[in-house]
């Protein structure tokens, strides 16, 4: 199973004190899933805390490959819309890339041009 690593909105960000953040990307992502309920739970979706390092992502693509949104997909998976390989898997960590993925792998409606 693909696995999909989201932020969980409401974030704090030391360098800006007494706000709250969520990820646009994030939040967008989220609404595509919410669109098709039964699509998204093809995915296995980790929302994760925001503060690095981000232990679950790390051991799966390593250190250098945090920034969220990312699909990282099962092992042995490919797909035409990759950004990257790390420790032996696929990702797709451009939002544009990722957005085509859930709509070529998942059936998820297009974005409109």
Do not use: N
Request: proline residues 9%; glycine residues 8%; contains cysteine.
């Amino acid at each position: 199973m693909d696995t999909l690593f989201l932020l969980r909105p409401g974030f704090a960000d030391p360098a800006y004190p007494g706000k709250t953040f969520y990820c646009w990307h994030c939040a967008l992502v989220e609404g595509v899933l919410a669109s098709r309920p039964e699509a998204a739970a093809r995915l296995d979706v980790r929302r994760i805390a925001w503060p690095r390092p981000r232990r679950e992502v790390v051991e799966l693509i390593g250190e250098a490959r945090q920034s969220l949104p990312v699909l990282v997909l099962a092992p042995g998976r490919r797909s035409e819309h990759a950004t990257g390989e790390a420790g032996g898997r696929v990702f797709i960590d451009d939002i544009d890339a990722l957005l085509r993925a859930l709509t070529a792998r998942y059936g998820f409606a297009e974005p409109h041009p």
